[in-house]
């Protein structure tokens, strides 16, 4: 069985996109030239490496600012006979925290995937260019209707540490709105506390959360990812743990840099 470790990661990310607060949310957790690094184990083995890069510089789209910000992942070790190389990522407005552009080249064993996904937040449409192989020539172009301030699976994560988390309360959900892969997903995210974890860049006060998932094949049990997030100022995401139908899978920070705040 192929498991693409890699790519539970960005699971993991849907999951949290688009987070509808009811209002605009004001950064003071990110900026530009940050780079998360973290490692993915699968059992007893280091299986997969993943970033979070968002660019030194502020890029330029329908004339607003914006954050270039790209999501890695490669497999490692033995695992490498599962060859997986994917480049996730969005161009999200500075300002108001929504994206103009996303993007995804998918190289997983023989299987490739170029796509770029243009959104129209004022006509509510997202235009979909599927490329060749090559990622060349575009194969394919549709439209799909959209709702307002919709977000990607990078940006929507990006968003998510925005928001103002000290009141939520044990049980409490937050609504999911996310556009991915033609689809609009409604999905919701239970609140389920504080904890304090111990990391390799230092120990954090955390709040923890478990998307509520559809039903697959791939992941066993209720509520089997967990998402751990710090409570502080930069809010990054330090662990993601999911329980798989074989084994369990942690996904663990290993370096931080460029914080916003120190």
Known sequence: MQIRITLL???????????????????????HGEELTFKVKYLFFNAAEAKMVTSPEIQQINNRPAYKIDV???TLSIFKIFKVK???GTLLDTAKLIPHRSY?????GNYR???????????KKANVKLFD??????????SYEIPPNVQDMVSGFYQLRTMDLSRIKPGETVNIKGFFDKEIYNLKLIFEGKEKLDTRI????????????????????????????TDDKNKIPVKIKANLV??????????ARGLRNN
């Not at 995804?104 to 997983?108: F, S």
């Not at 954090?204 to 066993?220: D, G, V």
């Not at 369990?248 to 920070?253: G, P």
């Open 72 to 74: 890695y992942g490669k």
């Open 104 to 108: 995804r080249h998918i190289e997983e």
């Open 133 to 142: 192989r090559e990622n060349k020539n575009v194969v394919e172009t549709q």
């Open 246 to 255: 074989v084994g369990a899978l942690d996904m663990e920070i290993t370096e």
């Open 9 to 31: 990661f960005f699971i993991s990310l849907i999951m949290l996109t688009g987070a509808d607060t009811g209002s605009m949310a004001r950064n003071e957790a990110f900026s």
């Open 113 to 123: 995937k170029h796509e770029i996904v243009d959104f129209d937040h004022r006509g």
């Open 86 to 88: 994917d480049n996730w």
């Open 202 to 229: 230092g120990s954090y006060e955390t709040y923890k959360f478990s998307p509520i998932m559809p039903n697959n094949k791939l992941f066993s049990g209720d509520n089997p990812i967990k998402v751990w997030i």
